[in-house]
């Protein structure tokens, strides 16, 4: 199984709905990635774990709250988000998160969400 | 502060043509570059390089890596319209974190 597999694909959510992203992997790979996408633009990473533990957060807003409850299983909980917030979401992971292996980034699909 | 460039940003061809892509990065620690092909949604993973002067090839598609000028190139021969895509590359910087340039959007028209 080389899969990421993410979802929804598609979501579409009010500024005050509370909503979840999913991702799931069973490559075994250690490091897990949300990364977020505007139109014409390359993804911006926003968290990794690194062996299930939080190790970068690249100062997003608290109203994107990441959670990763065991190896496999990655999630982007939303809440009060903005319209600007509106993007393509991907989840990715790779084998070996630091200084062992050189490591290759699989994407899942994505999640396309809109904010109204 | 790591940085990735990649040229030309956008780039239309007819079908046979042949396209090269430029990377070129400046990185504090550098472990691998990294070629993708994105479409409509997830970037598709096409290349690692690691070696300097080693070319990778699939089909149509090959690499290579130059780490004395920090760059890279990727090659497409023979265009077809299924190559239109944004192509991305990335390089891994030890960080934990895979630094993406701007990506090239390559149209090949019929």
């Known amino acids: 199984d080389t899969e990421v597999t993410q979802t929804p694909k598609h979501l579409v959510m009010g500024m005050t709905n509370k909503k979840s992203l999913k991702c799931e992997q069973h490559m075994g790979h250690r490091a897990m990635y949300w990364y977020k996408q505007k139109a014409k633009k390359p993804p911006e990473l926003m968290f990794v774990?690194?062996?299930?533990?939080?190790?970068i957060n690249e100062s997003v807003p608290s109203r994107f709250s990441p959670e990763c409850p065991n190896s496999s299983l990655l999630n982007l909980h939303l809440h009060a988000l903005q319209p600007e917030d509106s993007a393509l979401y991907l989840c990715a992971s790779s084998q070996s998160p630091g200084p062992s292996g050189a490591n290759v980034l699989t994407f899942g699909a994505g999640s396309r969400l809109t904010v109204l | 502060e790591d940085k990735v460039v990649q040229s030309p940003l956008s780039l239309v061809v007819h079908e046979g043509d042949t396209v090269t892509l430029n990377c070129s990065y400046e990185v504090t620690n550098f472990r691998s570059l990294l070629w993708y092909k994105q479409e409509k949604k997830a970037p598709t993973f096409l290349f690692m390089l690691?070696?300097?002067?080693i070319e990778k090839k699939s089909g149509r598609l090959s690499s290579i890596l130059d780490k004395k000028e920090l760059s890279s190139i990727l090659n497409i021969t023979a265009t077809q319209t299924g190559d239109s895509a944004i192509y991305l590359c990335?390089?891994?910087?030890?960080?934990?974190?895979?630094?993406f340039g701007p990506g090239t959007r390559l149209s090949v028209l019929p």
């Open positions: 990335a390089v891994d910087n030890y960080g934990q974190n895979f630094v």
């Open positions: 690691t070696s300097s002067g």
């Open positions: 774990y690194s062996y299930e533990k939080l190790s």
